[in-house]
Structure formats: C-alpha cells, structure tokens
C-alpha cells in the first residue's frame, strides 16, 4: 500500500483540534503519517498533542507564527510520501476518506490531485455541499484551468495530491493572507489534470476568523491572481469580466479606492 503525508496546520485551535485530529487517526486507510504543523501556539496545543499516543504523529513546533501557508510549507518541507493530503484543525474527514480517495486516484494515472465536495457548516446550523450541483461536472474535473480563474471549487481539506506536481506548481504562496489555497491549486490546474469524486467526505466549519472578516486580504488575493495569471485571463477571454467583477464588489464595501490602486499596483509588477 502506498503511503500518505497529511498534514494539518493549527493555530491555538487545542479545543477543537482533537476532533481534527482523531477523524486522521481512525481512518480505515492507515498507512499514513500525520504531520501537525504547530504555527506558533500560545495555547495548550503541545500537551493536547502529547495527550494522543499514535506512532504515526509528527509534531513539527513553528518558533513564531506565520501564517497557514507558512506552516502548510513546513508540513510540505518534511512530508516522507508521495501521496499528500491536507486537514485542517476544526474540520471533520469521514472514516473511509483517505480509503476510497488511494483507490480513485491511484486508478487514474494522469490526475495530478483529487478533491470531493465538502459539506459546509454554517454557524446558523445550516449546511450546504461545496462545490454545488449547479456547476457542471466539465468544470470540475479534466483540464479546469479555465474555470479555476474565475472561481475555485477545491477544497483544502478534501484534497488528495501526488507529491511530484509541486515540481512544477511549486508551494503555497506565503506573501498571501488569504486565498492561498486557490493560488495553490490554481497552479497545479494550470500544468495539470484535476480529478472529481463526487461524494462528500469531508465537514468544513466555517471559522470565525475566514475570508469574511479579512476582506482587505481577500482583494489583495484576487488582484495578485489576476496580475500573476494575466496572460491566461486574456487568453480566455475573462480578463475584463474578472476585473470588473472585483471593482465592482469592492465598490459596493465602499472600498473601490483602495482595491483600484492595490490592482493597478499587482498588474504594474507583472
């Protein structure tokens, strides 16, 4: 059996962590190791980590906190596989995840990473399936750079990758303080086939602390993206669709000033 690195960053997140941690360790694929990126906790992390007796835990301690795509990088940096998945601290994967996502991928050869939808719990209590069934499945699997420009349907949790495609996509963009996840994938896309597993396996809890209350970061990704992958925006005909698109958000957060500079600023850099 091939063997899996995954990784999970995590930030003074010991109260929800060993949820995190235990749907890993109970996967009914166990030929795994577990990295735990430790991204300079001031919590009880350490203990909490010490707490759980399984030989196949890394403790990896950042001297200062850095950011997610910091300590994803670090997991990145001492992953022994070839196959790598991603957790995260306050999310849930099924029993069988890591299971049935080895027997799909190692089927398919010319995929170079493989997600699943990801069911999202809002903090209301209702939950909806990311992506949803209204996006077609062209634009989920295959050759989905296209459609990865304008949005990004890939979850960081539900993600299964062969270590060999960062050869070329390289690894998360640590400049960004959002959004490093689609920067990420948007890559690989580019150079690579993405693959599609329907059935949900992962639960995602929305964080008090997301893309919703960073939305100066969240613009600065977007007008980074579109500076970076320009010739791609053009080539594809949604250069002037996107920048709208953004301007015109921005201007209804009556932000329009800012966020027209910032993107000027990305795309005089390119």
């Known amino acids: 059996m091939e063997k899996v690195s995954v990784i999970i960053p995590t930030y003074n997140r010991a109260d929800v962590l060993a949820d995190s941690v235990r749907s890993v360790l109970q996967q009914s694929y166990a030929n795994f190791e577990l990295l735990i990126v430790d991204d300079g906790s001031t919590d009880n992390t350490d203990t909490m980590i010490e707490s759980v007796s399984d030989e196949r835990i890394r403790y990896l301690k950042m001297s200062e906190n850095k950011g997610v795509a910091a300590a994803r990088n670090e997991g990145l940096r001492h992953a022994r596989y070839d196959y790598i998945a991603f957790q995260d601290s306050d999310d849930y994967w099924m029993p069988d995840k890591l299971e049935k996502q080895m027997a799909f991928l190692t089927q398919r050869p010319e995929a170079a990473l ?20 209204n996006i077609p499945l062209s634009e989920k699997q295959g050759k989905i750079y296209p459609y990865m420009l304008k949005r990004n349907t890939i979850g960081t949790p539900s993600v299964l990758l062969r270590r060999k495609c960062l050869e070329s996509a390289g690894f998360f963009n640590e400049s960004l303080t959002c959004l490093e996840d689609w920067e990420f994938f948007l890559r690989i896309a580019r150079d690579h086939e993405i693959a599609f597993q329907e059935e949900a396996m992962v639960r995602v809890n929305l964080s008090k602390d997301g893309v919703s209350h960073n939305i100066s970061g969240y613009y600065a990704a977007r007008c980074y993206m579109l500076a970076l992958h320009k010739d791609a925006f053009l080539q594809y005909g949604i250069f002037q669709e996107c920048t709208k698109e953004i301007l015109e958000s921005a201007e209804k957060l009556g932000i329009l000033s800012q966020i027209s500079t910032m993107m000027q ?6």
């Open 114 to 133: 493989l997600y699943c939808p990801y069911i999202c719990q809002k903090a209301d209590g209702s939950t909806l399936f990311v992506p949803g069934a």
């Open 265 to 270: 600023y990305y795309l005089q850099q390119t």
